[in-house]
Every structure is written in structure tokens, then in C-alpha cells.
């Protein structure tokens, strides 16, 4: 379940964003095994929410 603080729009755009790139390391480098891209993902996942650092704003 998500979160209800998050925007819809935002995990859309973050999904899209996963897949494009997905799509594009599979293109350039070929298979990834799926052991990979399992653990990379529950990193992400874990990660603290870091709004003070940020303040909600993007980066770069």
C-alpha cells in the first residue's frame, strides 16, 4: 500500500522512469540477471525519506 502523503503523479512518473530505464540497460548491456536488479530495488526501497535534506524539491 502506498503511502498517502506521496503524489500519484509523482510514483507514476517514477515508475515510467524505472521501465524507460530498464528498457535501455537491457538494449545497451544485455540481460541483467534478475538476482540484480531484485536486491537493487529492495535497496531503493529501504531507503530513509529524506524531506529535510531536500525539501521536497528535486535535484540536479
Do not use: Y
Request: proline content about 7%; aromatic content about 4%; overall charge negative.
Amino acid at each position: 500500500m502506498m503511502r498517502a502523503d506521496v503524489s500519484p503523479d509523482h510514483v507514476a512518473r517514477t515508475m515510467i522512469a524505472a521501465v524507460l530505464g530498464f528498457v535501455a540497460q537491457q538494449s545497451l548491456f544485455g540481460p541483467a540477471p534478475v538476482e540484480v536488479l531484485r536486491d537493487g530495488l529492495r535497496a531503493l526501497m529501504s531507503m530513509p525519506d529524506d524531506h529535510a535534506a531536500t525539501d521536497g524539491s528535486q535535484l540536479g
